[in-house]
C-alpha cells in the first residue's frame, strides 16, 4: 500500500517536470520569434563575401516579395537549398533576389518553386498560401507589392491619373 501512494507521488513530480519544459520551451520558441522579426537591419553584411569561394558561374536575379529581416533569411534559405545555387541575397528594399550559380544549367524554375514553397511571391510563382499564414504577422507582405523595383518608384506609378 505504501509502495503505490509513493509511485503516485513520483509520477506527479514527473509531469511537473514535463509540463515546466514545455512551458520553456514556448517561452523560448516566442522570444526567438520576437528577437527575429526586429532585428532586420543587423543581417545586411554577412551575406556578401561568400560568391568568390565557389565556383560561381551563372548569376541570376528575379523578384520575391517580403517585408523584413525575418522574411529575407526564409527566402535565402530557401533558395539556397536548391541544388546548385552558390549564393542567394534578396534586397528588402528592391524585393528582389539575386542568385549567384555555381552549374550554370540550374533551372531558374526551381528557385523560383523553393521560395513559393516557403510562403514567398516571386515573379514567376505565387506563393504558398498554407506556409504564408503560417508566416509571423510581421512577416505577412501584401499581395500587390511592387518586386525588382528600382528604388525610384515615383516614375513608375500611374495610378493617380486617369488615361
Ligand atoms: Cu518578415
Known amino acids: 500500500m505504501n509502495f503505490s501512494k509513493k509511485n503516485k507521488k513520483h509520477k506527479i513530480i514527473k509531469m511537473n517536470n514535463v509540463s515546466k519544459k514545455v512551458i520553456l520551451s514556448l517561452a523560448i520558441m516566442a522570444t526567438l520569434g520576437l528577437v527575429s522579426c526586429k532585428n532586420e537591419t543587423k543581417q545586411e553584411t554577412e551575406t556578401t563575401i561568400e560568391v568568390s569561394k565557389t565556383m560561381a558561374n551563372a548569376v541570376v536575379s528575379f523578384g520575391v516579395r517580403g517585408n523584413c529581416g525575418m522574411c529575407k533569411s526564409t527566402i535565402e534559405k530557401a533558395a539556397n537549398k536548391v541544388e546548385g545555387v552558390a549564393n542567394a541575397v534578396w534586397d528588402v528594399e528592391k524585393k ?10 540550374t533551372d531558374a524554375i526551381l528557385i523560383h518553386n523553393a521560395i513559393a514553397a516557403s510562403g514567398y511571391d516571386t515573379d514567376k510563382v505565387l506563393g504558398s498560401k498554407i506556409t504564408y499564414n503560417s508566416l509571423p504577422d510581421c512577416c ?24
Open 140 to 163: 505577412k507582405y501584401k499581395h500587390d507589392m511592387v518586386m525588382s523595383q528600382s528604388g525610384d518608384m515615383k516614375a513608375e506609378d500611374h495610378s493617380n491619373h486617369d488615361h
Open 96 to 105: 528582389k533576389i539575386d542568385i549567384t550559380l555555381n552549374d550554370s544549367k
